[in-house]
């Protein structure tokens, strides 16, 4: 049982900027998993927004964040961060981290959202003047 915990999460102004982050509230093996940030904006369905390998050393984003938002993780703190830059209102929504075992995840294109298993309740990131 893998416990995610999300927090940074709020209010802020179109071209704004907004850091998440996301830790593990249990003792895992974080290197162990491939971890990704999904979003839902209101009436829409879930989308994934970006996700990073094990190591770090690939990630992968949802075409209409690649120039703006920054996945980052830290496996000697056990945290996962997205950093959200020029903010505009269409990323208003619920802001998810999940996790897989699958080392294949975040190798292809896109975010595979049924490959992940483990999810956090969610952090609410709203843009608007």
């Known amino acids: 049982q893998l416990l995610l915990v999300e927090s940074g999460g709020g209010l802020v102004q179109p071209g704004g900027s907004l850091r998440l982050s996301c830790a593990a509230a249990s003792r895992h093996a974080w290197n162990d998993y491939v971890l990704a940030w999904f979003r839902q904006a209101p009436g829409k369905e879930r989308e994934g927004v970006s996700c990073?390998?094990?190591?770090?050393?690939?990630?992968n984003y949802e075409n209409s964040v690649k120039a703006r938002f920054t996945i980052s993780r830290d496996n000697g703190k056990n945290t996962l961060s997205l950093q959200l830059n020029r903010l505009k209102p269409e990323d208003t929504g619920v802001y998810y981290c999940?996790?897989?075992?699958?080392?294949?995840?975040?190798?292809?294109?896109?975010?595979?959202?049924?490959?992940?298993?483990?999810w956090g309740q969610g952090t609410q990131v709203t843009v608007s003047s």
């Open positions: 990073i390998s094990r190591t770090g050393h690939i990630a």
């Open positions: 999940a996790a897989t075992r699958n080392v294949l995840a975040c190798r292809g294109d896109g975010v595979p959202e049924d490959e992940y298993h483990y």
